[in-house]
């Protein structure tokens, strides 16, 4: 079992940033990637970013060169770097974790919001 748990969410004002840090307990070896999904209220968890142990990433276009994904392997930490940031990022953001094979997420963390004023 790989337990997750997210901080550094918050209340920025747009244009603003914040870092978002994500540690794996447990399990950490059986980890193939990490990432951070995002819900907006009324919309469908989507994938914001993702790395894998090999330190390949992956960016949701609306979010290309404004976040940044990071991972610390040895403490299985992944990190979300957000900066110019506007309204349309607030959502509640939590983090993930797969095993081999990937697809859908094994594991989630409990969620941070965060919130964009305009």
């Known amino acids: 079992q790989v337990q997750l748990v997210e901080s550094g969410g918050g209340l920025v004002q747009a244009g603003g940033s914040l870092r978002l840090s994500c540690a794996a307990s447990g399990s950490g070896s059986s980890i193939y990637a990490m990432g951070w999904y995002r819900q907006a209220p009324g919309k469908q968890r989507e994938l914001v970013a993702s790395?894998?142990?090999?330190?390949?990433?992956n960016y949701a276009d609306s979010v290309k060169g404004r976040f940044t994904i990071s991972r610390d392997g040895p403490k299985n930490t992944v990190y979300l770097q957000m900066n110019s940031l506007k309204a349309e990022d607030t959502a509640v953001y939590y983090c993930?974790?797969?095993?081999?094979?990937?697809?859908?997420?094994?594991?989630w963390g409990q969620g941070t919001q965060v919130t964009v004023s305009s």
């Open positions: 790395i894998t142990r090999g330190g390949s990433t």
């Open positions: 993930s974790a797969d095993r081999w094979p990937p697809g859908s997420p094994d594991y």
